[in-house]
C-alpha cells in the first residue's frame, strides 16, 4: 500500500521537442515531491505548487492533483487550527499531569499525544479524519477531567465528530 503513493513513476519529456529527459520509478519515497524546471523529481524544500501530487491521481484517491492539493492544503489547515486550539487548552493543565516517568498515562498526556500527531505534517494526508477526531475527543476529555475549557464548544465539537463520521 505504501509504494502506491510513496513510489510514483516519472517519465520527463520535453515540452518543445518530445525528447526524452528523464526517467525513474520513485525512489525518493516521496509521494509529493518537488519537481525542478523540467518536471524532474529533486530533494529538498519547495513551495506547495511547486510540487506534483500526481501519485494522488495515480492511486486512485483524488481525480485530478488539483484537487489533492486542496484537499491537503484544508486538511493540514484544519488539523493545525485543532493542533492550536488543544495546545492553549493543555497550557492550563496542571504540569504535575505530565509525568512521563510515573508509569501512569493521564487525559492530559494522551491529549498531547494526540496534539503531537497533529504536528506530524503527513497526518493531514494519511488519516486526516482520524487526527481530527482524536484531537476533538481530546479536547473534550481535557474539559471533562480537568475542568480546562477549548475555544469551541461541546455542540461545536459534537458537530465537527458528526460530519467527520459521516465521510
Known sequence: LC???HV????????????????AT?????????????????????TLTERTFASCTGAGCHADETTARTVFTVGTQRIANLVAQIDAQLAGVPSSEFDSSDGILTVAEGALFNQRLGEIESSAIHNPFLTEALILSSM?????QYGVAPSI?????????DEIMRR
Request: net charge negative; hydrophobic share 35%; charged share 15%.
Open 8 to 23: 510514483n513513476a516519472f517519465e520527463v519529456t520535453d515540452p518543445i521537442t518530445g525528447d526524452f529527459v528523464f526517467s
Open 140 to 144: 473534550t476529555a481535557v474539559q471533562d
Open 3 to 5: 509504494a502506491t503513493c
Open 26 to 46: 520513485g525512489h525518493l519515497f516521496q509521494p509529493i515531491p518537488c519537481l525542478d524546471s523540467q518536471g524532474v523529481p529533486t530533494t529538498g524544500d519547495c
Open 153 to 161: 464548544t461541546p455542540d461545536e465539537i459534537g458537530a465537527r465528530l
